[in-house]
């Protein structure tokens, strides 16, 4: 499989989990995309009858499934589901109003049966997947909890990719970066403290005191939590699809830098050619590179410059 992206900054263990994404997905994307290599779920991973937020750590001490209504995580997919199907209708030009009523009834069932939300998975599948009636309140509510709690994550595998997400688009970039650069447990970069050189399925695979987990159901190849590389790429770097011209026929490229790196550079190959985009610390100016093969929207600051395809250079104030 023939690599396309690429990811670096001026974090070492940053990079380094960069590098454990990468590997993670060459030992499972062999043939049939696999869960992991060592267990059953060679065959393709399907998450049981229920998805629930498997190995969240808001749980009880040794569960394997985090305190997320599994109930809760089903409605929340069947909404997003349902409204793939409709986006996927109107682009081929059917009658989509059947689902269009579904998705209606799905969002007022679930807003009446689930009016306030218990985890930090809750939140964010709440808010990403646009189905609390204040989005808004939802990822600061998120955020509470996460502060409350020391500035760490309690998502599992189903909260985790889109945690990030939810924190920056709704004002909390901060302490989605926070999250990103810590290295206590539990965290991304807590497993590289400990030498791994893959993604693990437990934050905790290997504990502080050096023991094991456990002796089984602890994979240490297990890329689920390398999914937060999609927010480095799109919110970090900022490199993002038009969803009206698929494939990087358009391209949108909104870079977010946090002072705590002195640079980030995210790279991607796509059918009309190399993307790059790479941000700097200059002084009290961000130094933005940017390169792209088609024409571009590239927001800096809040200002939207129009582009077509080559290099380009802006600056921004830090803040």
């Known amino acids: 499989m023939k690599r396309t992206g690429y990811l670096?900054?001026?974090?070492?263990?940053?990079?380094?989990?960069?590098?454990n994404i990468i590997w993670?997905?060459?030992?499972?994307?062999?043939?049939?995309p696999t869960d992991c290599q060592q267990r059953d779920e060679r065959l393709g991973w399907a998450g049981g009858k229920h998805y629930g937020d498997w190995l969240g750590l808001d749980a009880p001490s040794g569960s394997y499934k985090g305190a997320s209504d599994e109930t809760f995580i089903a409605s929340a997919f069947y909404a997003y589901s349902t409204s793939l199907v409709i986006k996927a209708g109107n682009v081929l030009g059917e009658d989509v109003s059947e689902f269009e009523d579904l998705y209606a009834h799905i969002i007022k069932t679930f807003r009446s049966q689930y009016p306030v939300y218990h985890t930090q998975t809750e939140c964010v599948l709440a808010a990403h997947f646009k189905l609390a009636e204040n989005c808004q309140a939802a990822a600061d509510?998120?955020?509470?909890?996460?502060?409350?709690?020391?500035?760490?994550?309690?998502?599992?595998?189903?909260g985790t990719p889109y945690l990030l997400h939810v924190l920056s688009e709704y004002g909390h970039l901060k302490l989605a970066y926070t999250l990103l650069l810590r290295e206590k447990y539990p965290s991304w970069l807590y497993p590289v403290t400990k030498g791994a050189t893959t993604i693990w399925e437990h934050w905790d695979g290997i504990m502080e005191d050096?023991?094991?987990?456990?002796?089984?159901?602890?994979?240490?190849n297990h890329y689920a939590y390398g999914s937060v590389a999609d927010w480095v790429y799109m919110v970090a770097a900022g490199i993002n699809t038009v969803e009206n011209a698929p494939g990087y026929e358009k391209i949108l490229i909104a870079p977010h830098p946090d002072t705590r790196l002195d640079w980030l550079k995210a790279v991607l190959e796509t059918?009309?050619?190399?993307?790059?985009?790479?941000?700097?610390?200059?002084?009290n100016f961000w130094r933005y590179e940017i390169t792209t093969p088609v024409d571009t929207a590239i927001v800096i600051d809040g200002k939207n410059y129009q582009v077509k395809a080559g290099s380009y250079c802006f600056y921004s104030e830090q803040k």
């Open 24 to 32: 993670g997905q060459k030992g499972n994307f062999v043939d049939v």
């Open 141 to 158: 509510q998120l955020a509470e909890m996460i502060t409350a709690c020391g500035n760490h994550l309690e998502t599992g595998f189903v």
């Open 8 to 19: 670096s900054c001026s974090n070492d263990s940053l990079n380094k989990f960069f590098s």
């Open 271 to 283: 059918r009309h050619g190399k993307v790059t985009s790479e941000w700097k610390k200059e002084e």
């Open 210 to 220: 050096g023991n094991f987990w456990s002796s089984d159901m602890n994979s240490y």
